[in-house]
């Protein structure tokens, strides 16, 4: 079976539309529809995002059951680019699709491989209670600085590793997705051109911490959408969540001096799809009565 058949049936396994996976993938519906018009697959770097949005692995995606039953054949894998190059050029058509594939889904792993241990790497985060109990997410790492201006840029590109990621907010059950508007809204708002100096600098880096902040938020209220551009993703309306998270300040010589307290509040969007999705935070402010010892 083809790896565009795979996906159509995985579609309809789940009751899943074109546009569904579009909104998931960030792939265009044309291009989707295209797969089964053309009888072609999609391009190897569209394929982790497809599995994602999917719920499938890639050997499911890549390789048909006979493929996946096979078992490996003890061999000398002790070989120069040379003898690869020649067992390859010897290797009948089939053969050579067989290895392409393999290979393909190596760099494939590899790419996931390094994107996991990049996002890892750069989230040093954690969740404690003040002394009434409530929640702070506690950012321990300032990476987006910037003497003068924050560089959004670099905030917009790290946003887009939560793209079709979602989490649950423990207060109310809520299960809040994050979309493909994120990274833009979150970065080039209205509200983020307004900013200055510390609050720029803790809603920067407050990306950090997204996942922790939707976990915690707490106080949820609705608002009507009375924007005609938002007709369709927020077209059920509004939600507005109250948050927290804390942020290191150093000494002159670079240890952390205290943690400040922020409140903030996240913006949310119920969407014709009826799902919720995190579209900004704003009002972020600063306690100045609650400062975290190190």
């Not at 079976?1 to 074109?18: A, C, P, V």
């Not at 909104?23 to 291009?31: D, H, K, Q, V």
């Not at 393999?102 to 996931?112: D, G, K, P, R």
């Not at 927020?234 to 998270?245: L, M, N, P, V």
């Amino acid at each position: 079976m083809n790896i565009y058949e795979k996906i159509f049936d995985r579609l309809t396994e789940l009751h899943m539309s074109q546009i569904e996976l579009s909104r998931r993938t960030g792939i265009a519906t044309s291009t989707i529809s295209d797969w089964r018009k053309k009888k072609i697959n999609p391009q190897a770097d569209k394929l982790v995002a497809i599995c994602k949005a999917l719920d499938m692995s890639l050997v499911d995606l890549l390789c048909n059951g006979d493929e996946k039953e096979e078992k490996v054949v003890q061999t000398d894998y002790m070989l120069d680019e040379r003898q690869i190059v020649e067992v390859f050029r010897m290797a009948d058509n089939e053969t050579k699709r067989r290895l392409l594939r393999y290979f393909e889904l190596v760099e494939i792993c590899n790419q996931i491989n390094e994107n996991n241990i990049s996002k890892k790497n750069k989230r040093n985060v954690s969740v404690i209670q003040d002394i009434d109990g409530n929640n702070i997410v506690v950012i321990n790492d300032i990476i987006f600085k910037g003497k003068r201006s924050i560089n959004w840029k670099d905030v917009r590109e790290y946003l887009k590793n939560y793209i079709g990621d979602f989490y649950t907010i423990a207060s109310t059950g809520d299960i809040v997705y994050i979309g493909l508007d994120l990274p833009n809204e979150y970065s080039g708002s209205k509200y983020t051109h307004s900013i200055k100096g510390t609050n720029a600098k803790a809603k920067a880096n407050a990306a950090q911490g997204i996942p922790e902040l939707i976990e915690i938020a707490v106080g949820k209220h609705f608002r009507e959408n009375t924007e005609a551009k938002h007709w369709r993703n927020a077209k059920f309306g509004w939600y507005r969540y109250d948050s927290r998270f804390a942020l290191p300040v150093y000494d002159e010589v670079g240890e952390i001096e205290r943690y400040n307290v922020f409140h903030t509040s996240l913006i949310v969007r119920h969407s014709e799809d009826k799902k919720l999705y995190l579209y900004d935070i704003l009002d972020i402010k600063k306690e100045t009565s609650n400062p975290i010892e190190p």
